[in-house]
């Protein structure tokens, strides 16, 4: 059992930009689905959390609509990130 529930969340785990990030789904109380994405340090060996993105003002009607929400809260902070470094360099 739990080689399938490690094998789910690899599933969702991709990378973006060289950082591993994670989209999951949070069940909602009134039903529904709400997002959370994590980022991960790219080079931090065992994996780091570095930020966790909430998305609970917004309701999605599926579990999978929130996965996908998670990963573009995901790869806009990352992308932030990138802008501002430029900004600054």
């Known amino acids: 059992m739990k080689a399938a529930a490690v094998a789910e969340k690899e599933a969702f785990m991709q990378h973006y930009k060289n950082s591993p990030i994670y989209a999951t789904s949070v069940a909602s109380h009134g039903g529904g689905w ?16 570095i930020k966790r993105l909430d998305a609970s003002e917004r309701f999605c009607f599926t579990k999978e609509e929130a996965e996908a929400l998670a990963l573009i809260l995901c790869r806009g902070w990352i992308h932030g990130l990138a802008v501002a470094a430029k900004k600054l360099g």
Do not use: N, Q
Request: proline residues 12%.
């Open 34 to 49: 709400h997002s959370r994405g994590l980022v991960f340090d790219p080079k931090a060996r065992p994996a780091k959390e």
